[in-house]
């Protein structure tokens, strides 16, 4: 930066009472800077504040009504002063009162009768620091904004990375509709639901659940690992077609895994998307899979989406069957509390049974979708005979 043309374009505001002061530091400044007086403290504060604020203020101390003490302390105490340099132009020498002005934020002290050379010289000295200070602040505030709008980019294309990681999935099992966009909602709800309680208040915080958000989406990638003989099959599963289906939990998170290792560092959301999409099927007594781990063992997050995940399959449609009436979901849910589902994530669930009721009505399946998907179904050979 060249700070001897930012010095030869400055505006200087010479504050003082007296009118020969005015006009002896007006002729002084005159021939290199922009001069701008003011012949007290108010009229002072408003050219300051003005849309073209000086670059430096000399500022003389005794005056009428507002003293210089006075008029500094207010330039500092506005953000939108608070950066102008001030340097008190006064007759008082004494030690203290120098102190007193540097302590209120003032860069310097000159004291009259003033040498025309010193003056000079600090006031070059101080528009020269200023306009370093104001380069630094202002790339400062350019590399937050960049940082910022980088951040705000990263983060978009790592909620579309997962979207369509999750679409390719859905595509696979033309069954499930809007199905990751509920289940995504479901689970906040039930999270902000349950972040005060004494059980979960220690996982659950804010940022915790903006980052179970956007992992639930991933719960089934694991689906395209699974054949299509069995993964579009119509009608029941034969047992050791389901234990083949079983797998897409593990192949879930092997996925997800497998994409945390290519970045070479762990990375928060993928190890709450690891969970989900591993241990989302456990049940609370036990008896789910893939490992048949059960109660606290099964981490919070895949408790969380068990019941978001039965829960949208009961109610919604499918090609092969109507979806549940909601009271009777919700009754099945209650049912499970303490076998399939962790009992305080059933109670959560049946206080804000409302909220999962208005989040699938947001989010229904059309029926252009139903019928898409019935399309589907026949040109993949397969009769629309499914069971639940």
Known sequence: MDMNAFAERATILVVDDTPDNLKLMSGLLKDLYRVKIANGGAKALSIAASETPPDLILLDIMMPEMDGYEVCERLKRDPATRDIPVIFLTAKAETQDEEKGLKMGAVDYITK?????????????????????????????????????????????????????????????????????????????????????????????????????KSAPLHDIGKVGIPDRILLKPGRFEPHEFEIMKTHAILGRQAIEHAEQSLGTPVAFLTCAKEIAQWHHEKWDGSGYPDGIGGDGIPI???????????????????????????????????????????DIVDAFIDIQEDFRAIA???????????????????AGCAASHQP
């Open 361 to 379: 009505a947001r989010y229904a399946d059309s029926d252009s979708d139903m019928a898409k998907k019935k399309d589907y179904l026949d040109q």
């Open 113 to 213: 009768p003033i040498s025309p050379p010193v003056v000079l010289a600090r006031v070059e000295t101080h528009l020269k620091l200023k306009a370093a200070a104001d380069f630094l602040r202002d790339k400062s505030a350019f590399l937050e904004q960049e940082v910022s709008k980088r951040t705000r980019e990263l983060a978009a294309i790592q909620d579309v990375t997962i979207l369509a990681m999750a679409s390719l999935a859905e595509t696979r099992d033309s069954d499930t509709g809007n199905h990751i966009r509920r289940t995504q909602f479901y689970v906040r709800a039930l999270a902000e639901r349950l972040k005060t309680h004494p059980r979960f208040a220690a996982t659950l915080d804010d940022a915790t659940i903006d980052m179970l958000f």
């Open 301 to 343: 997050f895949a408790r969380l989406m068990a019941v978001a995940d039965v829960y949208d399959a009961l109610i919604s449609r499918r090609v092969y069957k109507e979806g549940m009436p909601y009271e009777k979901a919700v009754q099945i849910i209650l049912e499970g509390r303490g076998s399939h589902f962790d009992p």
